[in-house]
């Protein structure tokens, strides 16, 4: 059996006068229900948003990185005939930039470097604001 405080009990107290009075408004105003009126003394406000926010809580949020060489289309006739060997030939030019995607939206493009026997991206170009909003169109 739970033990109910004094402090409990007075908030139980308050909400059913407060729920009682709202009824009773609610019957005198029952075609006009704009002018009923909602009191809750007994809930706290919201503190106020701090004006120098603590962001470094994004700092351990993970994204997914693309970097995208380039792109084809074909039909389902000319994929299944791909194999060892096969050639797929992309619709950009040899030297183009790669297209740098972050969780699928293009924020920048760049060039392809060898690191540690590895390939990577080095950013030339951040994409403008203005091109990243288009892109979500």
Partial sequence: MAMVTSNESHVEQQLQNET?????????????TKKTQFEFSHISTMPSLQTNRDISFLLNIPLDIT??????????????????????????????????FVNQRLIARGEVVVVNEKYGARITEIVAPSEMIEGLR
Avoid: F, Y
């Fill in 20 to 32: 009682k009075s709202v009824v009773s408004e609610g019957e005198q105003h029952r075609d006009d």
């Fill in 67 to 100: 970097v995208e060489l380039g792109r084809t289309k074909m039909v389902i006739n000319d994929l299944l005939q791909l194999g060892p060997g096969s050639v797929v030939e992309l619709a950009k030019l040899a030297g183009e930039t790669l297209d740098i």
